[in-house]
T-cell receptor
Framework: AQSVAQPEDQVNVAEGNPLTVKCTYS??????LFWYVQYPNRGLQFLLK??????LVKGSYGFEAEFNKSQTSFHLKKPSALVSDSALYFC?????????????FGDGTTLTVKP | EAQVTQNPRYLITVTGKKLTVTCSQNMNHEYMSWYRQDPGLGLRQIYY???????DKGDVPEGYKVSRKEKRNFPLILESPSPNQTSLYFCASMVAASSYEQYFGPGTRLTVT
């Protein structure tokens, strides 16, 4: 079985400071990892993904994430947070080798960036 | 404009009254999926479809049905809704065996009384 854990329900940072939203995963095969963002009263939007290759992946709005196989983590980062980054963030995993159709999401982390 | 649409966006119904939430995508994606979002539980996958006439259960399929007769449509059917199906529902689509990033619809907020 595959799973995703987002250990923090809420992350608070000041505008201009770096931010990190944590994600750890468990799959039996090779993971495909994703981050999505949900703004209030909206659907989810894709931010970035790791499939293979460079462990540091860059995505939309200046976000990046680092894949760490030994720690089974895929933390989302941004060097300088904006108030407009405040939203709900979801980490997700797929195990393409065993079941490409199944997608597992974490419980979500609410990011609040204060001016 | 490339998009996933859902209808209705809001629905209040009573226990036991059959309902269908429609989902349509205009991107010619093979894969479509339904999720429910509940506070503190994230998104949980209900059903998914890898292509026309191919559907499979996700993590929480009980009480739901789906069909995939055409590539663009993937309706979610609640034959006999119950209050524990009150939730926010999202449909998503993606290009399978390629990018794997999902495109989500705007959501359907369902209340069952």
């Amino acid at each position: 079985a595959q799973s995703v854990a987002q250990p923090e329900d809420q992350v608070n940072v000041a505008e201009g400071n770096p931010l990190t939203v944590k994600c750890t995963y468990s799959v039996s095969g090779n993971p495909y990892l994703f981050w999505y963002v949900q703004y209030p009263n909206r659907g989810l939007q894709f931010l970035l993904k790791y499939i293979t290759g460079d462990n540091l992946v860059k995505g939309s709005y200046g976000f990046e994430a680092e894949f760490n196989k030994s720690q089974t983590s895929f933390h989302l980062k941004k060097p300088s947070a904006l108030v407009s980054d405040s939203a709900l963030y979801f980490c997700a995993v797929r195990d393409i080798r065993t079941n490409a159709g199944k997608s597992t999401f974490g419980d979500g982390t609410t990011l609040t960036v204060k001016p | 404009e490339a998009q996933v649409t859902q209808n209705p966006r809001y629905l209040i119904t009573v226990t036991g009254k059959k309902l269908t939430v429609t989902c349509s995508q205009n991107m010619n994606h093979e894969y479509m999926s339904w999720y429910r979002q509940d506070p503190g539980l994230g998104l949980r996958q209900i059903y998914y479809s890898m292509n026309v006439e191919v559907t499979d259960k996700g993590d929480v399929p009980e009480g739901y049905k789906v069909s995939r007769k055409e590539k663009r449509n993937f309706p979610l059917i609640l034959e006999s809704p119950s209050p524990n199906q009150t939730s926010l529902y999202f449909c998503a689509s993606m290009v399978a065996a390629s990018s794997y990033e999902q495109y989500f619809g705007p959501g359907t907020r369902l209340t069952v009384t």
